[in-house]
C-alpha cells in the first residue's frame, strides 16, 4: 500500500550558478502546508528577473520578512526529519536545499527524492490534465512553493487513484 508523498517544493532567486533558494514549502501526509521565506546570506546576490516575474517575491521582501537559512533548515529537519520527501524537480532542488543546509551548517534530516520515482507509467497519460485541474480547483494563480507542492501531490494521488480503477 503506498502512502501519500510528502512533496517539497523551492522558488529561487534564478537558475544555474549562483542562484538560491528564497522560499521553500511542503505539503504533508495529511495536506497539511508548511511555508516559509527565506532571508538571502550575504553571499547570496545573484538575482534574475525572469524568475522574480515568475515568483513574485520582491528581495526587499525577502531581506524584511524572510527567515534565517538556520532557521528555516532547523524547521524542515523538525517536521520532515526521518521521512522520504519528493519534489519534481530534483536536480535543481537538491542544489538549493544543500546550498540552504550548508549556510545554516546542518545536515539535512530527511531524504529527496525525484518524484518522478514514484509516479507509475499509468498515472503518466492524465498528469497534465490532472494537474490544470487541481490548479483551477484550489483557483492557484501564484508560483509560490507551499501551493506548487500541494497542486502535485493532489496531482500524484487523483492519477495514482485513477491509475488504481483503471486496472481493476
Request: aromatic share 12%.
Amino acid at each position: 500500500m503506498m502512502t501519500v508523498p510528502i512533496i517539497i517544493d523551492f522558488e529561487a532567486s534564478g537558475f544555474g550558478q549562483g542562484s538560491y533558494p528564497i522560499e521553500v514549502g511542503f505539503s504533508g501526509r495529511h495536506g497539511e502546508g508548511w511555508c516559509s521565506l527565506i532571508r538571502p546570506e550575504d553571499d547570496w546576490t545573484h538575482w534574475d528577473l525572469d524568475a522574480a516575474r515568475l515568483h513574485g517575491i520582491a528581495r526587499e521582501i525577502l531581506i524584511e520578512r524572510g527567515n534565517t537559512a538556520l532557521f528555516v533548515a532547523e524547521q524542515l529537519n523538525f517536521f520532515l526529519g526521518g521521512r522520504t520527501v519528493y519534489t519534481d524537480g530534483w536536480g535543481q532542488d537538491y542544489v538549493w536545499m544543500a546550498r540552504l543546509f550548508d549556510s545554516a551548517q546542518i545536515t539535512p534530516k530527511f531524504k529527496l527524492i525525484d518524484l518522478f520515482e514514484i509516479i507509475e507509467d499509468d498515472q503518466l497519460p492524465n498528469w497534465d490534465a490532472t494537474k490544470d485541474q487541481i490548479m483551477k480547483e484550489l483557483c492557484v494563480a501564484r508560483h509560490r512553493a507551499s501551493s506548487d507542492a500541494r497542486v502535485l501531490q493532489l496531482t500524484w494521488l487523483r492519477t495514482y487513484d485513477e491509475a488504481k480503477k483503471q486496472a481493476v
